[in-house]
């Protein structure tokens, strides 16, 4: 089918070396994206002055497998003024999947995005492409307003492809300049050109976003 219709610590020390020892191991935590938590030790120096443009974390540490990053399927086609998003995957669904990811991957760099959270959403349409928008569109308002939220990795757990809805979740955090880099804002999902083909273990889709 086809259709063309118009992103340990040691024991507590006043020693210079001590200290030092103890902000090394805070510094190795924050690389590593990973939050102060509960350690007393660690605990004492969240009284100590942090620069203002730093970054620690206050949620917990998620389990190692979410933040794997999902294979990329997609690609940017150049556009007038515009850019093009051409995702693909096993099924219509990946593609949808992979779509959403890469509008995402094009507001941020997705290596600095931690999955420290969900945010699910539900879409409807009338018909494939306006489900397609619709899916979209609801992610892109979700970045553009509380909770700020931007995916690192998202599943469709629900795809109804007669009554033409989708839900899905997403796995992320809410997007922070001290964290995050700032790529280009897309404004808008259009439909301008936006296509979604489909054949045996394969489908794919165009989408054109307002950049």
């Known amino acids: 089918m086809s259709c063309n219709e118009n992103k340990f610590l040691g024991s507590p020390s006043s ?3 001590a200290k030092r020892f103890k902000m090394d191991a805070v510094d190795n935590i924050k690389d590593a994206g990973n939050p102060l938590g509960n350690d007393p030790e660690l605990a004492n120096l969240e009284g100590e002055p942090q ?3 730093s970054y620690v974390s206050t949620v917990a540490p998620p389990a190692v497998e979410l933040q794997l990053l999902p294979p990329i399927k997609y690609e940017y086609l150049d ?8 995702a693909w995957g096993e099924n219509l669904g990946e593609a949808f999947e992979q779509c959403a ?3 995402f991957a094009y507001i941020t760099d997705m290596e600095r995005v931690d999955n420290f959270g969900t945010e699910q959403i539900e879409a409807s349409g009338h018909d494939m492409l306006s489900l397609l928008y ?4 609801e992610w892109l308002f979700l970045f553009n ?7 690192r990795k998202i599943n469709i757990t629900s795809f109804d492809r ?3 809805k989708i839900s899905a979740i997403g796995y992320g ?3 922070d300049l001290r964290k995050h880099t700032q790529g280009t804002e897309v404004k808008a999902i259009t439909y301008s050109n936006m296509q979604f083909h489909e054949k045996d273990n394969y489908a794919e889709v165009f989408v054109i976003i307002d950049i």
């Open 15 to 17: 020693s210079p070396k």
């Open 51 to 53: 620069p203002e443009d």
């Open 79 to 86: 556009h007038t003024a515009d850019v093009q998003i051409h």
């Open 101 to 103: 990811m890469g509008m």
């Open 134 to 137: 619709g899916f979209l569109d």
């Open 145 to 151: 307003a509380e909770p700020y939220f931007v995916a």
């Open 162 to 164: 007669e009554n033409f």
């Open 173 to 175: 955090e809410t997007f």
